[in-house]
């Protein structure tokens, strides 16, 4: 795995934010890059925890409103191993969870009421590195310090941080720097979204809500629109799949990221598969078990799991989405 997750704000609102993050004290308000941004101001951000990783790699489209404000942090249950502070002098600067400075770049790298593209990657040891880029142009590297205030060798958890008087973030994605797709800095990226918008190849679970024009009418909601208008079945080896609204012309596909916001609503155990399709076949995750509130499912991709081949434009123009019950 390289892409662990990614988000554009732009497929739910403040109240559906805690769905896809697993702590989450901001705003989902319109100004954002493409639509939509998360603010986060004084006191306030977002939290996502990752599997323990030796070297985590974040970016994010951000617009602070003033200076001398916190912007990121990589965690350790809960705990910060290393924050990257936005200095009085507009510089970027590395400090562990202690206040320790561990670098800072030149003055004036980021400006105030713009947006710019920050990446900062990290490796957690004793001895560790972090390397920050700003609009894809390195403006620190630090080598030889030491990024584990915990003594553990790894992080679980990012966090978006809002501090003075707040700061806004687009398009944001972490990796984790494994495998060979997605391992370093992706560049200035734009997370791009596409909704259900038609029926696809097999449509087997019950529909409540939307419209007589098929299964996808409940599914398309943006935001979510919980027990308004859904899709369920409980029966195991059923599919519901959906063709998808177009992301329009692009120059390359780094990576895609199925999301479904999901619930059971009985008692048991219930496990539902995520699946990219094209139309004649699909390739489902191994399932995500469902608990009795919405969460929103993610299955990141770095290939198009059908063919195990780069991303390419003509694969979302015919893909489907899919639903496969697995218990």
Known sequence: MALLFC???DH??????????????????????????????FRQGVTKNVPNSAALIVGAAINPIDY?????????????????????????????????????SASA????????????????????????????????SATGINTIPSGNSYANGVGLLGSGDGTSFDD?????????????????????????????????FSRTGGTSAGNYTAVDDNPPDDDTSYVSSATAGQIDAYTIT????????????LVASSRKDDAGSRVLALGFGNGTTESYDSGHALGNSYTMLLRPLDQN???????????????????????
């Open 7 to 9: 988000d554009g704000f």
């Open 12 to 41: 739910y609102d403040t109240a559906h934010g805690g769905e896809k993050w697993d702590g989450f004290n901001a705003n989902i308000q319109s100004g954002g890059r493409e639509a939509n941004c998360l603010f986060a101001g």
């Open 68 to 104: 001398g404000t916190e912007l990121l942090a990589f965690q350790d249950a809960g705990n910060t191993q290393v924050q990257l502070i936005l200095t009085s002098a507009g510089a970027l600067q590395i400090q562990d969870g202690n206040g320790n400075v561990l670098g800072t």
């Open 109 to 140: 790298v980021v400006k105030t009421g713009i947006w710019q593209y920050v990446e900062i990657s990290t490796v957690f040891s004793a001895t560790g590195s972090a390397t920050i880029h700003v609009n894809s142009a390195s403006v620190l």
């Open 172 to 204: 944001v994605y972490i990796c984790d720097g494994t495998g060979t797709v997605n391992n370093n800095f992706l560049g200035d990226v734009k997370i791009v979204l596409a909704t259900p918008n038609g029926n696809g190849r097999v449509n087997q």
């Open 246 to 257: 177009s992301i329009g012309s692009v120059a390359s596909i780094k990576a895609v990221q």
């Open 305 to 327: 799991p059908l063919t195990s081949a780069p991303w390419a434009a003509t694969d979302l123009a015919s893909g489907q989405l899919a639903l496969e019950v697995i218990s």
